[in-house]
Structure formats: C-alpha cells, structure tokens
C-alpha cells in the first residue's frame, strides 16, 4: 500500500514540474512559433502586448470588516482555501457567509468567473471562481473582459510570482496593495491563442488532480487496513495487494 501511495506522489511531483516547464514555454513562445521580442518582463511573442492586469480587468478589493456569523451558503474564501485549485467550485472548503450578513459587514460580492489572486504573504496563488463567493483581505479579484480567458490570466498571474515578490511592501509580511496588484503586467495574446493556451493548462492541471484523488483513495484505504489489522478484524495471510 504504501509503495503505491509513493509511486502516486512521484506522478504527482513529475506533473507539478512539467507544468512548470510547460508554463514557461507557453507564456514566452505562445503557439504559433513566431519570433520573440523583448519585454519589461521578458521574452514574448512579437504579437503580444504586455499590459498592467488592472488596465484590461475591473479590479474588486474585499471588505474591511470579517463577517460575524457564518451561518449562509455563501463561500467565504482564505488563501488556504484555494490554494492548489484551477477552479473554485460550490464545494470548496471554508466558512459561508449569508446576503444578509455579507450586507451587514460591508462584504463584496465576488461575481463568477472572476480570478482570485493571493496579495498577501504567499503570493502566486490563483484560481477562478465558477461561482459567487466573498474573500478576505489577503485575496484579490479581477473581473475579465470577455476578450480575456480567466484561466489564462490566473496562470499568468502565478506565473508572475517573483515579480509581485519584488514590488511587495513588507512589514510583518509582505503584501500588496490595490494599485500594486492592478500594476502586475501581463503577456497577452489574442483570444484564439488564451484558449488554446488555456486548455493545454487545465489538461495537465486535471491529470495531476486525479493521481491527487487516486492518492487520497489509497492513503484512506491504508489507514482502514491498519485499524483492521489492529485490531485483528482480518489478518495477513488473507491480503493480496499489489502496487499498481
């Protein structure tokens, strides 16, 4: 059992890299194989513009105050909550909040497919909400326009990683503000090119998420089958497993 957990996390740590890889390929060659020109961020294709995020989305902050009752159905979102996620789905953990209640403490309504980005502590941490939800302080969203593919903008954001950790203001942490997370630049193609790149991401995304899950299946099972051989409700010598 556990040399089959171990051989899922080797798949899971092979996919993380080539997604990596195939992040930096994508996001400074594109597609269609034409010439790179020289960017304030770096090589990009010659037909991309590279633009602040806050010049082409409309950009929502959160509320000041934190809701006192959590008793809705509304997602309340943390950075740990959408941290590894492509999508934010109905199902995601954390706290939920009410309308009444978000109306109470000030709150913003985060409409759907908009794209959460962290602005505070860990920065590269990206998803896009398939539903309404309300962040905290230490996330951002950017509302795209419809020549904008969310999916692209959120994986250029964590692409831009090391730039957010360059502009950061640092106190006890390092965080942005509005018009810092407005002013990170993006490499943008034409919409045609955000979709292809786009899907290409969420392929690979979707196939590390099923050796994630087919992981967790075998670390649930392993502790079942530890309790049971505990506590002698079966034995060993009726177990037949492999590591496939």
Known sequence: MQRAIEAQERIIQTT???KKALMHMLLTEGLRGEPQ??????LVPESWDVVPVGDICRSIVPGRNK??????DIPWLTTPNIKDLTYINADVDGLRVSLEELKSSGGRLIPEKSVIMSCVGEFGVSAVTNIEIVINQQLHAFV????L???FLSNQLRYRKRYMQSIAAITTIPYL????CESVPIALPGREEQDEIAEAFETLASKRNQHIAHRQVLQDLFRTLLHELMT???RVHDLTLTAG
Do not use: M, Y
């Open 16 to 18: 993380t890299e080539l």
């Open 177 to 180: 503000n509005k018009s810092k």
């Open 67 to 72: 809701p006192k009752v959590f008793d809705g």
């Open 37 to 42: 020109k020289q960017s304030e961020i770096g």
């Open 149 to 151: 593919n969310p999916l």
């Open 144 to 147: 795209c326009p419809k020549n």
């Open 232 to 234: 002698a409700k079966i």
